[in-house]
């Protein structure tokens, strides 16, 4: 079992970045491919970028590819979400999550590929 914090959410205008920080306690966090998702009021859950558990494979949702990046640094258990050029858009509710699966299958796009989810951060982006 793993316990995911997020950090680092906040306000910001248009064009601003954010990055955000999910930090893990419990078993061994190399041991999970990671993903964070965001929620917007009213909407559903959505992907946004995973990254397998060596680091060496990332993929971003169409809409943050070129504007987002996501990094992992196993020796800290936490993986970050830089969030460059954001747009009122990007405003919602950010998790990370942590997946127990031994592939890297298109399920890491989806939250049913995840068994562990954080509390979720505030990102607010006002035009």
């Known amino acids: 079992q793993v316990q995911l914090v997020e950090s680092g959410g906040g306000s910001v205008e248009t064009g601003g970045s954010l990055r955000l920080s999910c930090a893990a306690s419990?078993?061994?966090?190399?041991?999970?491919?990671m993903g964070w998702f965001r929620q917007a009021p009213g909407k559903e859950r959505e992907f946004v970028a995973v990254?397998?558990?060596?680091?060496?494979?990332?993929s971003f949702t169409d809409s943050v590819e070129g504007r987002f990046s996501i990094s992992r640094d196993n020796a800290k258990n936490t993986v970050y979400l830089q969030m460059n050029s954001l747009r009122p858009e990007d405003t919602a509710v950010y998790y990370c999550a942590a997946s127990t699966s031994r592939l890297y299958t298109n399920q890491l796009r989806d939250v049913t590929g995840y068994a562990y989810w954080g509390q979720g951060t505030q990102v607010t982006v006002s035009s």
């Open positions: 990254i397998i558990r060596g680091g060496g494979v990332r």
């Open positions: 419990g078993r061994s966090f190399s041991d999970y491919h």
